[in-house]
């Protein structure tokens, strides 16, 4: 049994490590978030020392470190805002511990390499989750992929998962501590993307907005037509539809792979416990994807844009157009 800490318990994704330390037979031994609604932390363990300041936290944890090795911290989970990522894995490199980092691991390209460095002084592992991978209809797309792999597929990425007007005014609407919604809301899939059909050629911004993005991608086996959103309105159907709409078509044809994500983080994490976590050169493409999208300036419309641009949609009742 190894022992973990959290970084950033009271946030959306931090109970799915929860339950993947728990169902990995792991014991979560200290957690920390300014915010003090954690009460989560009971339905997976009544033993977790929260620490509401950090500095707090670090005490706890390198103490732990200077007692009995086995009451030392073998790994922090980090679930904290995106723009802190960095410094937190730092922190758990410094005392002794592999990171485990939510997405995106970090923000800018660069970082990547001063991470390797510590990693390297350190010979600590910093992983990263990119469950999409794992995922059984992704990666048997990816096999599919590799068999005809003269042919470029013809992709149409929409994914629509409903948030409230609180998201731009949290750290995830600010783009300097988010990455936007290219680096929030999409970085699982534009690391899919890569991972199934190669390397970005090229790339175009078609839209970008505090609630909607879109643009192209010239892969090396395929081109993508893609669209993020955060607006309920968007989502095909009625306004009682469900609040998050996933749609991947390959050459016109649909790839179903809305359901299956509950038990991701749980295989991410035996990965990483028998050694084979996604690490720091996973991450960089897509990484570096998205900085240079959220960088870019956006282009007229053109013959690669996504459907949902092209059209006068009438969408719950409302008119408009995107």
């Not at 679930?79 to 730092?90: G, Q, V």
């Not at 690490?279 to 999208?293: F, N």
Request: hydrophobic residues 35%; contains cysteine.
């Amino acid at each position: 049994m190894r022992n973990f800490a959290l970084i950033g318990a009271a946030g959306f994704i931090a109970p799915r490590h929860m339950k993947a330390i728990r169902e990995t037979g792991n014991n979560l031994l200290a957690a920390t978030d300014p915010h003090d609604s954690v009460g989560i932390m009971d339905s997976f363990s009544n033993n977790v020392e929260y620490f509401k300041e950090y500095e707090r936290f670090d005490r706890f944890v390198e103490k732990q470190k200077r007692k009995n090795p086995n009451d030392r911290i073998h790994f922090v989970s980090i679930c904290s805002p995106n723009y802190l990522h960095d410094a937190h894995i730092r922190f758990a490199l410094r005392v002794g511990a592999d990171a485990i980092c939510e997405k995106p691991l970090v923000l800018n390209p660069w970082n990547l390499d001063a991470l390797h460095e510590i990693e390297v002084e350190t010979s600590k592992k910093i992983n990263t989750i990119l469950q999409l991978r794992l995922h059984p209809s992704i990666k048997k797309l990816r096999d599919e992929v590799s068999d005809h792999t003269n042919m470029k597929k013809k992709i149409v990425l929409t994914y629509i998962t409903s948030r409230g007007n609180w998201y731009n005014y949290s750290w995830k609407g600010e783009l300097a501590k988010s990455g936007g919604l290219v680096t929030n809301i999409g970085i699982h899939f534009f690391d899919m993307l890569i991972w199934i059909f190669g390397k970005v050629l090229s790339y175009e911004v078609h839209l970008s907005s505090d609630r909607r993005a879109a643009g192209f991608l010239e892969l090396e086996r395929a081109d993508v037509k893609w669209l993020l959103s955060i607006d309920r309105t968007d989502i095909p159907g009625n306004c009682n539809a469900k609040s998050t709409y996933r749609s991947l078509t390959m050459d016109g044809k649909e790839i179903e792979f809305s359901e299956g994500f509950t038990d991701l983080h749980t295989e991410s994490y035996s990965r990483i416990l028998d050694g084979n976590g996604f690490g720091i050169e996973d991450a960089r493409p897509s990484v570096a994807l998205t900085y240079s999208l959220r960088n870019e300036k956006t282009i007229l419309i053109t013959g690669n844009a996504h459907p949902f641009l092209k059209k006068t949609a009438t969408l719950c009742g409302n008119s408009h157009t995107s």
